[in-house]
């Protein structure tokens, strides 16, 4: 039998056991759709001129939780996350009010589970998404949280500023990692106030890595895709929106020049050997969602929306049982992909070698010099989008790179070890209906590494800056989280 034989042969026995694997597992665990990143009436404003200030319920988000619930449903979801900003005593209102109306919302659309949750103001960091574990007390866990923790609880003037230090974001981590119940810490929109390439704002490199290793079980990633991508399109779904100064909008609410997103998704992650992989190469189990934070649909003029409803454009999926503890679950771990318009609605990606096989977010163990192959499914859903398009995905990049440990610089933002080993236009596909599966060996490991994929409907080799302005449903991709290959 020849070389060339003979990996055929191998590659379609893997295919085979990746199908039946798929085939078997499917009967417990499917993709679901969901958002991490919901806003509601009860992200408020405030009258501060009065002491506690008086709540002004709907002035940044403005839809009932139900209506979100019900959007949600209509655009294929099958869980969210309500997180309303934190605010002066805003963990009272949460407590009172808005959890009140997350149950009635769960009573009247039970298509979609629905996490408690919030948009905490991280000590001393932007917004960070917090999802409670559904439970008994989770409103009281929730409200025990924000009190305590939520940058801009206080209502006093001046605010106390021990609550936006460094030191009360350690305290928060470690107080939450000791729950009987974990809670889930995702950044949310990283990068919306870098200054460029590399020069971050709020949040920083040292930071998430000091949070992930304070806390590794909650603090467990970063919005990859944010939400606001419809701020480009004028009310009537065209691009070219502008601000009140005549400026032209950008993805995202990303407005500074020289750090727009790329590809809709944030630097941190489109950037092949950037900061998220810099992560991923210290072996950090650290992941990336994609979310909608909706507020105001951009369709209502009247309060100048500049969001997608939930599902409308962005759409984390997750391989989970649909209930909330696997939905959770699969959000910690990792079985999780990031897409935009509905450009894949499955995505299955494999590692075999030494008789073993690892999923997205799990870990291959095997000496070095073992054959890996390489299986990577995805489905193109039938029909139109809700941008009116049927898009097709043009190509797969299959990325790699080397695991080297902690590294002792924290502020390290690169990985060099990092490529595209890979990429996939359609001639190199199988079809199977709407599934296509590209099968290929990796080259020989004699180290660690990591692997990961992502797609796009369009002909860039790399994601460019977003331009102001632009059509989002013209730049789609999709971005698988990684497997680690440990290599002994």
Do not use: C
């Not at 996939?424 to 099968?439: L, N, P, S, V």
């Amino acid at each position: 039998m020849t070389p060339r034989i003979w990996l055929s042969v191998m590659l379609a026995a893997a295919l085979m056991l990746v199908l039946a694997f798929r085939t078997s597992v499917s009967e417990s665990r499917q993709w679901l759709a969901g958002d991490s990143h919901i806003h509601s009436h009860w992200s408020v404003g405030y009258d501060r001129r009065q002491g506690p200030p008086r709540v002004l319920k709907g002035q940044e988000g403005i839809y009932s939780t139900p209506r979100n619930a019900v959007m949600a449903r209509q655009f294929g979801l099958r869980w969210m996350v309500t997180t309303d900003h934190g605010g002066p005593n805003h963990s009272q209102l949460n407590f009172e009010q808005a959890y009140r109306e997350l149950t009635l919302s769960r009573t009247l659309v039970p298509e979609v589970l629905q996490f408690y949750g919030m948009e905490l103001n991280m000590p001393g960091m932007d917004h960070h998404t917090l999802i409670i574990p559904k439970a008994e007390d989770e409103a009281a866990v929730l409200w025990d949280i924000e009190s305590q923790f939520d940058q801009n609880e206080d209502w006093q003037l001046p605010p106390d500023p021990h609550r936006r230090t460094p030191d009360a974001r350690r305290r928060a981590l470690e107080y939450m990692a000791k729950l009987d119940e974990l809670p889930l810490l995702f950044a949310n929109h990283p990068s919306r106030s870098a200054l460029a390439i590399g020069v971050y704002g709020l949040d920083s490199p040292t930071e998430f890595r000091e949070n992930n290793t304070l806390a590794p079980d909650v603090y467990r990633g970063m919005e990859g895709a944010p939400g606001h991508q419809a701020s480009t399109l004028t009310p009537d779904g065209a691009p070219g929106r502008v601000d009140a100064r005549g400026r032209l909008r950008a993805r995202g609410g990303y407005q500074r020049r020289g750090a727009h997103t790329m590809g809709g998704f944030d630097q941190m992650t489109a950037i092949v050997g950037g900061l998220w992989d810099a992560l991923l190469g210290e072996g950090r189990r650290f992941w990336v969602v994609a979310t909608s934070d909706s507020h105001a649909h951009y369709a209502d003029q009247a309060r100048q929306g500049s969001d997608f409803w939930p599902g409308e454009f962005h759409k984390t999926y997750v391989f989970a049982r649909p209930e909330f503890g696997d939905v959770l679950d699969g959000l910690r771990q990792g079985r999780v992909f990031a897409v935009a318009g509905d450009l894949i609605s499955e995505l299955d990606v494999m590692v075999i070698g030494g008789g073993e096989r690892a999923e997205m977010g799990s870990t291959l163990r095997l000496t070095a010099g073992t054959p890996v192959d390489l299986t990577m499914t995805f489905r193109d859903p039938v029909g139109l989008n809700a941008g009116g398009v049927d898009p097709t995905v043009a190509r797969v990049d299959l990325i790699m790179g080397r695991v080297q440990g902690p590294l002792s610089d924290s502020r390290i933002d690169r990985n060099p070890t990092t490529r595209v080993i890979a990429r996939f236009g359609q001639a190199a596909w199988r079809a199977r209906g709407d599934e296509y599966t590209i099968t290929t060996r990796l080259p020989a490991l004699d180290h660690s590494v990591y692997v990961r994929v992502r797609g796009t409907s369009t002909d860039d080799t790399e994601p460019p800056m977003d331009a102001p302005g632009e059509n989002p449903w013209t730049d789609l991709w999709f971005y698988s989280n990684p497997i680690f290959i440990e290599v002994e």
